[in-house]
């Protein structure tokens, strides 16, 4: 019989108990549940609820139980519904009645939500180290290649020359959003529920700060209801690896492009490609398409909580054991993701020379010559028609701007002067952009500085 049992003249069924049992998930908080257990154990017997003799047999017995799972010596039997139950059973084995006085003062709801928490803690510190480490590995291919310029894109076709450090640092920034995300989540997170019992408070004098502070909580949820039945916490870190792991399909999908033989931008390490069982030749990015793909995975898990705690009375509802399989699931992944991605980017060979030559072609140096003409007093709408007129010759000969002689430029505005041959320049086109932000040289350097100043400090708050 269950341990809740009391009420009941027969046991569930061999199916439902299968099938409300949240063991196969949860039995991976057995850490967090095994140190609220101490905590808890510790503060009833300061409050005078339960012996100190009882308190101290407590520690020593759920001291071996979390030994015998670590030594996969410790046998979880279904039965048991969940780790709490789980531990418990074995805790009582071991010590007898003094293991049965652990839950006084206390339900499973609160006991959950503790171990979410600590859970959910954890797995935000571990996410926001592996965010640093693909920052470090994007910051280092900034550093690495300064001077390369690429084309830039809007719409997928070739717009402005910029620097590939731009567009390395343009991923540092996200990510940087994603670190605070994270941080976010994990404040969300610090706050104790464990004193809450099952919903309405209990008549033992627990002492809730004290539990808070030693399992490291820096605050106490202050209504009871709410303690049991938030998982606002869980949404914050599924949304968190949710925008993550978009950021990390974004950039995969450029990876997958750039390392095609049309783009030929970079070139994959051996470690992170594969190749083909048929065609001898080929070197695919299959880890960079596999982030790509597990995203849609992660929002799933986002999508599936929210639908979850969607029209949930207050306080605990058995729905709520939902919470915590998709939850495990997206911070897996997207760990796992961030390590790939790191490691990808890291070893990533970049070819310069490709770069440029795609910077040569569609025309990117067409904003420039219109900015040519109106600093030189023309509207910039004129400015932009002449040379769109430009563009359409270029296209009727097969040529790009820079392959026009003076004269075609005079034949559309008599503004044009032998200077213009400096506003076709790659070169000149990206170091003229010196605004704040931007890609030339000089604020990129800027720029780089900055990120790497962030990321120190987000290196030391971990």
Known sequence: MALWSGR???????????????????????????????????????AGVIAQADADAIAGGLGRVQERI?????????????????????????????????????SRNDQVATDTRLFAKQRCEDLMAANIALRQALVKQAEAHPDVIMPGYTHLQHAQPVLFAHHMLAYVWMLARDFERLAAARRAADASPLGAAALAGTTYPLDRQMTAESLGFSRVIPNSLDAVSDRDF????????????????????????????????????????TGSSI????KNPDFAELIRGKTGRVVGDLVALL????????????????????AIDAAKTLEDCLVC?????????????????????????????????????????????VVGHLVLLCEQRGC????????????????????????LDLDAIVAARTTEGGTGHAVV?????????VLAADEAAL
Request: charged share 25%.
């Open 279 to 282: 065609m001898p030749q080929k």
């Open 234 to 273: 869980l949404l914050d870190l599924s949304y968190a690896c949710s925008v993550s792991c978009m950021h990390l399909s974004r950039l995969c999908e450029e990876i997958v492009l750039w390392s095609t033989a049309e783009f030929d931008f970079i070139e994959l390490s051996d470690a992170f490609s």
């Open 307 to 326: 639908v979850t705690m969607k029209a949930l009375p207050l306080a605990y509802n058995k729905d709520l054991q939902e919470d915590k399989e998709g």
């Open 400 to 423: 790009d701007l820079d392959d026009l002689a003076l004269a075609d430029f005079q034949a559309e505005s008599d503004l044009f002067e032998a200077d213009i041959t400096s506003a």
């Open 341 to 385: 991605a790191a490691g990808m980017i890291e070893t990533m060979a970049v070819k310069p020379e490709s770069m440029r030559a795609q910077a040569k072609k569609g025309y990117l140096a067409a904003t420039d010559v219109a900015d040519y003409l109106a600093k030189k007093g023309m509207p910039f709408r004129r400015a932009h028609e």
């Open 8 to 46: 009941f003249t027969e046991n569930v069924s061999e199916f439902t108990q299968r099938f409300g049992a949240s063991l196969p998930v949860d039995k991976a908080l057995y850490a967090q549940d095994i140190a609220g257990s101490k905590a808890h154990a510790a503060m009833l017997a300061k």
């Open 445 to 453: 350097a800027e720029q780089l500085a900055l990120a790497k100043q």
């Open 70 to 106: 670590e030594a996969g010596e410790f046998a979880f039997d279904i039965n048991d519904e969940d780790i709490h139950m789980s531990v418990e059973r074995a805790l009582i084995a071991d010590i007898g009645d003094a293991g049965a006085r652990l839950h006084t003062g206390r």
